[in-house]
């Protein structure tokens, strides 16, 4: 969820640039501090989860930011979402289950 979370906030970043003035100036904003501040965070929890869980089983939830962030782009942004990228979020949504082992007897 914080990855879904920076990618709001990196739109949110975008959005808020300066028009006129320096690059670094549209960079210095709250929303990119949210950025920096959010992805430390996801860091430091992704570690932690890394303790527990091997990679091959944490990573394919990774995946679920690729189905939650386009949602976010619809609701938050007014973004158009196609029947394209609808079939393709259902793959991923397939390809989580799969690589996940959920629900599947070739588990291991």
């Known amino acids: 969820m914080l990855v879904v979370a920076g990618q709001y906030f ?17 960079f210095l904003n709250k929303w990119m501090f949210l950025v920096i ?12 989860v890394l303790r ?12 679920s930011a690729f189905i939650l962030v386009p949602l976010l782009g619809v ?4 973004e158009k979402f196609t029947t394209t990228q609808w079939l393709g979020t259902g793959l991923i949504v397939g390809g989580i289950f799969l690589a996940g082992g959920v629900g599947t007897p070739f588990k291991g």
């Open 10 to 26: 990196f739109k949110k970043a975008a959005l808020s640039g300066v028009a006129e003035g320096s690059i670094l100036a549209s």
């Open 37 to 48: 501040a959010t992805y430390g965070t996801a860091t430091i929890i992704w570690t932690m």
């Open 52 to 63: 527990t869980l091997p990679l091959s089983t944490a990573y394919p939830f990774i995946a």
């Open 75 to 78: 609701l938050a942004f007014g």
